[in-house]
């Protein structure tokens, strides 16, 4: 998903359109909260993967951490699943 939502030099939110003019304003910033959202999503599909199998080669399969860590990865998938349902990817 490419982003449409900026930060301008400013500090401010900014949602790019087409022609290259920006916007400002709440729904600029909810747009990109949004994009920060869906970015973490993306993060934690691919880096929890990699921490399980570390506490898998470990032995921690029964761990508070490796059981929070699955339940996490879980909802990552299936949150990004549903956005992917409704044509947001």
Do not use: C
């Amino acid at each position: 998903m490419s982003r449409k939502a900026n930060i301008s030099s400013e500090g401010a939110r900014q949602l790019v359109e087409n022609s290259g003019e920006a916007l400002s304003g709440d729904a600029a910033g909810r747009l990109a909260r949004f994009e920060d959202f869906y970015e973490h999503l993306i993060w934690q599909r691919q880096s929890i993967p990699v921490e399980l199998d570390r506490l898998r080669a470990e032995g921690k399969t029964k761990s508070r951490q490796f059981k929070e860590l699955l339940g996490q990865k879980l909802m990552a998938e299936t949150t990004l699943s549903l956005l992917a349902r409704f044509g947001i990817e």
